[in-house]
């Protein structure tokens, strides 16, 4: 169970009283971000591999980093792990060395569900290889796609099967795992899109059998930094887009450039963050069996721990944003609304409100200090799809484990406010 007093006092950005439930589109950063960020830049700020001490311990710093975000998604070993600018950057490049495995008539199958940076890059790779893209359409009655639809796509000339771990959009949580098995099946890699599932569960690569998983630091706490974990072997194989002098090894030689080694920092903390949560959450449960408080094991337990800690407490969430909401006359959730699938999403919730523009919506609760998203957030195809797109897409309120029952309550009375 969380220790909510706990968990807020680690977030500085939430002293200001307003009401964070933008978190989809970025969290706040704990406490351990900023001090692992602000100590790189003050005492190891340097570029890589030079012969002196600061640029040695900057290297140790991205080393340690490597390792915590390999026990944080399950990986065999941190080479395994590539940092880049973002999801869509580190997509977009991977895509290009993927994009050379290909060959015409060769098909590529990707869903209406998913952010476009799991989309567009596909759709790029089947123009410039003359590739065939086979769509997974999802029921838009509960924002959510079957392993039949996607069955259904996959063929003997499958190569690639590109999902999204959770939607950004409507929070869906999609069947990642059976889909992994129906793509290698076929002989297709599986690339997941785990940037929203990241925050709010537990995440292990090598359950999944995923050949590449990337997330973004951003969404889970820390700062501006995407991070991509594929296969040993199949980061070795693939040929990289990159400078001459660079590494020829992974993961480096996918790293592109002088990397922002203080993000990388920061993630790390992040995720130190997330272990003094796993200790706390096994802490309380020793203690409540009887127990003696001791470490909670490994870091990767640590890291499960919280995560699921977080996973549960989140449910609380999404019932009470689906009932209050739901209980608003004029307003539609888009996505899984019944009480007993709440496995099924993250505490992702959008909507529209009878005769009000989702940007007039985050306007007026602007006003009221309470910060949601509105328009399609890059998910354009679930929209499109909706027909929502030339409408103003939708309002999305996304919550995480720093929010509170009682910020959810201010959010609905401020939008019964507005049909009042």
Same mark, same amino acid.
């Given at each position: 169970?969380l220790?909510?007093?706990?968990v807020?006092?680690?977030?500085?950005?939430l002293s200001?009283?307003?009401?964070f439930?933008?978190n989809?589109?970025?969290?706040?950063?704990?406490?351990?971000?900023l001090n692992r960020m602000?100590d790189?830049l003050?005492h190891?700020?340097?570029n890589?591999?030079?012969?002196?001490?600061?640029?040695?311990?900057?290297?140790?710093?991205?080393d340690a980093a490597?390792s915590?975000v390999?026990?944080?998604l399950?990986?065999?070993?941190?080479?395994?792990?590539?940092f880049g600018?973002?999801?869509?950057?580190?997509?977009l490049?991977?895509s290009r060395?993927?994009?050379r495995? $290909? $060959?015409?008539g060769?098909?590529?199958?990707?869903?209406?569900?998913d952010?476009?940076a799991?989309?567009?890059?596909?759709?790029?790779?089947?123009?410039?290889?003359?590739?065939t893209?086979?769509?997974?359409?999802?029921d838009?009655?509960?924002?959510?796609w079957?392993?039949?639809? $996607?069955?259904q796509q996959?063929?003997?000339?499958?190569?690639?099967?590109?999902i999204?771990?959770?939607s950004?959009?409507?929070?869906t949580?999609?069947p990642?795992?059976e889909?992994?098995?129906i793509?290698?099946?076929a002989?297709?890699f599986?690339y997941?899109?785990?940037?929203?599932y990241a925050?709010?569960?537990?995440i292990?690569?090598q359950?999944?059998?995923c050949?590449f998983?990337?997330?973004?630091?951003?969404?889970?706490f820390?700062?501006h930094?995407?991070?991509?974990y594929?296969?040993?072997?199949?980061?070795e194989?693939?040929?990289?887009?990159?400078v001459?002098?660079? %590494?020829?090894e992974?993961?480096?030689?996918?790293?592109?450039?002088t990397?922002?080694?203080?993000?990388?920092?920061?993630?790390?903390?992040?995720?130190?963050?997330f272990?003094?949560l796993?200790?706390?959450?096994?802490?309380?449960?020793?203690?409540?069996?009887g127990?003696r408080?001791?470490?909670?094991g490994?870091?990767r337990?640590r890291?499960?721990?919280a995560m699921?800690?977080?996973?549960?407490y989140?449910?609380?969430?999404?019932?009470a944003l689906?009932?209050?909401l739901?209980s608003?006359?004029?307003?539609?959730?888009?996505?899984?609304?019944?009480?007993?699938?709440?496995?099924?999403?993250?505490p992702?919730?959008?909507?529209t409100l009878?005769?009000? %523009?989702?940007?007039?919506?985050?306007?007026?609760?602007?006003? %009221?200090?309470?910060?949601?998203?509105?328009?399609?957030?890059?998910?354009l195809?679930?929209?499109?799809?909706?027909?929502?797109e030339?409408?103003?897409?939708m309002?999305?309120?996304?919550a995480? %484990?720093?929010?509170?029952l009682e910020?959810v309550?201010?959010?609905v009375?401020?939008?019964?406010? $507005?049909?009042?």
């Amino acid at each position: 169970m969380l220790d909510l007093n706990f968990v807020r006092s680690q977030f500085p950005a939430l002293s200001s009283g307003a009401i964070f439930l933008d978190n989809p589109g970025g969290t706040q950063v704990a406490q351990q971000t900023l001090n692992r960020m602000t100590d790189y830049l003050v005492h190891t700020n340097a570029n890589h591999e030079g012969a002196f001490k600061t640029s040695r311990e900057s290297d140790a710093i991205v080393d340690a980093a490597r390792s915590a975000v390999a026990d944080f998604l399950g990986a065999s070993r941190p080479a395994e792990i590539v940092f880049g600018q973002n999801m869509t950057s580190l997509t977009l490049h991977v895509s290009r060395s993927l994009a050379r495995t $290909l $060959l015409p008539g060769d098909e590529i199958v990707v869903t209406r569900l998913d952010h476009d940076a799991n989309i567009a890059p596909w759709l790029l790779v089947a123009e410039d290889r003359g590739c065939t893209v086979r769509w997974v359409e999802f029921d838009p009655e509960d924002c959510t796609w079957s392993i039949e639809a $996607l069955k259904q796509q996959i063929t003997d000339r499958t190569k690639l099967v590109a999902i999204g771990y959770a939607s950004n959009a409507v929070g869906t949580i999609n069947p990642v795992a059976e889909a992994v098995k129906i793509a290698h099946a076929a002989g297709a890699f599986a690339y997941i899109d785990a940037v929203q599932y990241a925050p709010h569960g537990p995440i292990d690569v090598q359950a999944l059998d995923c050949d590449f998983l990337v997330c973004s630091a951003y969404k889970f706490f820390g700062p501006h930094i995407g991070m991509l974990y594929g296969k040993y072997q199949l980061l070795e194989d693939l040929k990289a887009y990159k400078v001459r002098p660079a %590494h020829n090894e992974p993961p480096h030689k996918f790293e592109t450039g002088t990397q922002s080694f203080e993000s990388i920092a920061g993630a790390h903390g992040a995720l130190e963050y997330f272990e003094s949560l796993g200790e706390q959450v096994v802490g309380s449960r020793m203690q409540e069996a009887g127990g003696r408080t001791q470490e909670a094991g490994s870091r990767r337990q640590r890291l499960v721990a919280a995560m699921t800690a977080i996973k549960d407490y989140e449910k609380s969430l999404s019932r009470a944003l689906i009932e209050g909401l739901s209980s608003i006359k004029g307003l539609h959730i888009w996505g899984i609304t019944d009480l007993n699938e709440l496995d099924r999403r993250v505490p992702t919730v959008s909507f529209t409100l009878d005769g009000w %523009h989702p940007r007039d919506v985050a306007t007026a609760l602007d006003k %009221h200090n309470i910060y949601v998203w509105d328009g399609n957030y890059y998910a354009l195809a679930v929209t499109e799809r909706l027909g929502l797109e030339d409408k103003g897409g939708m309002v999305r309120v996304g919550a995480a %484990h720093y929010n509170t029952l009682e910020e959810v309550a201010k959010l609905v009375n401020a939008v019964k406010a $507005l049909v009042a």
